[in-house]
T-cell receptor
Framework: LAKTTQPISMDSYEGQEVNITCSHN???????ITWYQQFPSQGPRFIIQ???TKVTNEVASLFIPADRKSSTLSLPRVSLSDTAVYYC????????????FGAGTRLFVKA | DTAVSQTPKYLVTQMGNDKSIKCEQN?????MYWYKQDSKKFLKIMFS???????INETVPNRFSPKSPDKAHLNLHINSLELGDSAVYFC???????????????FGPGTRLTVL
């Protein structure tokens, strides 16, 4: 099962671009990479998902190199409301569906 | 409309008691999950059901028993509660059974369980 590693925390200022990198060295061929956002006292919320190269939606971009052993979530021009925990996870289908959440990255956006 | 709902939101109880947490999803999804999030914020999957059938049963004490009366509901019953069971329990659902592009999970608001 792919295990993910992320920085424990990051600080940023409003209006800056934030890049959070996740390592998943043992990612399997069929695995997708998904990022979730969690605010205090709420359940995680889907942000973006990708398999390779680059994916962009209205919230973020996801960059995945050719070897897929890492991925980078890019949040453009963060605001105070982006302060949250961001989880990188790899969907694994070995022996049934298993979602392995890492420890997450606590992003703190300052004014 | 709440997509994934859980009741109760807070649950405070004594050690040794038996309690249940209910979860319902109105998204028409086939797969539902229970996760436990401890004080260090690690989110760990406990169970997964696909069309009322158990497909994942992680290493959790057998005091925890999931029940899925239909594919829109997945309840969690906990017997003989212990102090270490204190955590936030999240229910989630997804359309497909894992490993595919459309397996985005939708989480409920969580149930904060405190065992005294």
């Amino acid at each position: 099962l792919a295990k993910t590693t992320q920085p424990i925390s990051m600080d940023s200022y409003e209006g800056q671009e934030v890049n959070i990198t996740c390592s998943h060295n043992n990612i399997a061929t069929n695995d997708y990479i998904t990022w979730y956002q969690q605010f205090p006292s709420q359940g995680p919320r889907f942000i973006i998902q990708g398999y390779k190269t680059k994916v962009t939606n209205e919230v973020a971009s996801l960059f995945i190199p050719a070897d897929r052993k890492s991925s980078t979530l890019s949040l453009p021009r963060v605001s105070l409301s982006d302060t949250a925990v961001y989880y990188c996870l790899v969907a694994s289908n070995t022996g049934g569906f298993k979602t392995i959440f890492g420890a997450g990255t606590r992003l703190f956006v300052k004014a | 409309d709440t997509a994934v709902s859980q009741t109760p939101k807070y649950l405070v109880t004594q050690m040794g008691n038996d309690k249940s947490i209910k979860c319902e999803q109105n998204l028409g999804h086939d797969t539902m999950y229970w996760y436990k999030q401890d004080s260090k914020k690690f989110l760990k999957i406990m169970f997964s059901y696909n069309n009322k059938e158990l497909i994942i049963n992680e290493t959790v004490p057998n005091r925890f028993s999931p029940k899925s009366p239909d594919k829109a509901h997945l309840n969690l019953h906990i017997n003989s509660l212990e102090l270490g069971d204190s955590a936030v329990y999240f229910c989630a659902s997804s359309q497909d059974q894992g490993g595919r592009r459309r397996d985005t999970q939708y989480f409920g608001p969580g149930t904060r369980l405190t065992v005294l």
